[in-house]
Every structure is written in structure tokens, then in C-alpha cells.
């Protein structure tokens, strides 16, 4: 089953369980990505996506149960990177705002995942892919645009205080790290690219 990979997925508390302030302390020295590091990550894992992406036909592209041994399609992933991107971009801008950052969806992680990808299957191809390109311009110009010095200002946030960089970093990472969330699922989308390139050379 394909899913968010991050710390996201590590800190966020169940139904009914509330960090405690010892918890919310550790979160808040967290170490935090400077902005020009974060912003290259993010850009050389979605240069990395995209690439692969480009490698797939329309129909490869909707191909159910492509992905990662799950029954999600590329465009299923396209969607995921997308949501995620949106939720860290929701943060930036309610910061940037000077408002409460917004709580994380009930349910958790999972139930998140599998409610955005149900939505975007009601999407088209070329819906999605508009509206992943315009999420992830978006976050880039919002990371770019935000000053070091809010980029680093502990806010109060759901799960406890945390700086904006750090929240940011949280909701786009992955197991190597903040900001990684693409290359959580590189190895996916490389083994499906892969396996049509032999199928291809076999038939």
C-alpha cells in the first residue's frame, strides 16, 4: 500500500489522543531545514518525478495497480505528491498570514490518503495534472517568498509549537528525511517504467 512516509505519518496522534507537553517540546527542536536547502530538494525530487512521469502514455498513466504492489495508478501518485503539497502549502500561507495553522484532517494519515486518491480518481488526467502543477508552482513560490526569519519562528501549531520550516518539512517528508516525500516514492515509479520497458523489449 502506497502512503505518506514522513515524520507526518510518525507525530500526528490518533483519534482522541493529544500530544503531551513533553512531546510537543521535542517537536519544537526538531532541527529545521534552511529554506534555499528545502526549496532544492523539493525542485530536484519533483525534476525526478517528472521525468518518470513523462516516460508514460495516458493509458500507463491510469493503469490500475501499477504502483508499489497497491492498487493505486501513477496518476493516483501524481495526485498523493500533490495533496501533500497542499497541505504544506496551507501551512506556509497560514503563517505567513499570521493565523492558526490548520488541524490536521480526522482520521489520520491513512484515512487522508485514501480520501484524496477516491477524489482524485473522479478527476481526469488532465485535470490532475494541471492541478499538480499548479499546487507544487505554488509551494515553490510560498517557500521561495517567505523570509528566514519566519522560516524559523516557532509557531503554535495541532500537534504542538514547531518553527514554519519544520512544519513545512514535515507535512513533504519521507523516510530519508524532511522535504523527501518524492523520493519516498521514486523506487515505486522507477520499478513500473522499468517493467514497461521489458515488456516492451519482450513483446
Not at 49 to 61: G, H, I, K
Not at 124 to 129: G, I, M, P, V
Amino acid at each position: 500500500m502506497v502512503g505518506h512516509h514522513g515524520s507526518e505519518a510518525v507525530r500526528h496522534p490518533g483519534p482522541g489522543r493529544r500530544h503531551t507537553g513533553l512531546e510537543a517540546r521535542r517537536v519544537a527542536r526538531v532541527p529545521t531545514f534552511p529554506r534555499e536547502d528545502a526549496l532544492a530538494v523539493v525542485e530536484d525530487g519533483q525534476r525526478r518525478l517528472d521525468d518518470l512521469f513523462a516516460r508514460l502514455a495516458d493509458n500507463q498513466m491510469t493503469a490500475p495497480a501499477a504502483i508499489g504492489g497497491g492498487d493505486w495508478s501513477a496518476k493516483d501518485l501524481l495526485g498523493h505528491i500533490a495533496a501533500w503539497e497542499e497541505v504544506a502549502f496551507d501551512r506556509l500561507r497560514a503563517a505567513r498570514a499570521s493565523r492558526p495553522l490548520p488541524p490536521f484532517p480526522p482520521g489520520g494519515v491513512d484515512r487522508f490518503n485514501a480520501e484524496r486518491v477516491a477524489a482524485g480518481r473522479r478527476r481526469s488526467l488532465a485535470a490532475t495534472r494541471a492541478s499538480a502543477d499548479r499546487m507544487h508552482d505554488a509551494l515553490v513560490r510560498a517557500i521561495r517568498n517567505t523570509s528566514a526569519d519566519l522560516w524559523t519562528t516557532t509557531v503554535e501549531a495541532p500537534g504542538g509549537p514547531a518553527r514554519v520550516g519544520t512544519l513545512v518539512g514535515r507535512a513533504l517528508a519521507g523516510p530519508g528525511g524532511q522535504f523527501r516525500h518524492a523520493f519516498a516514492h521514486l523506487p515505486d515509479l522507477e520499478g513500473y517504467v522499468r517493467s514497461l520497458s521489458r515488456r516492451r523489449r519482450s513483446g
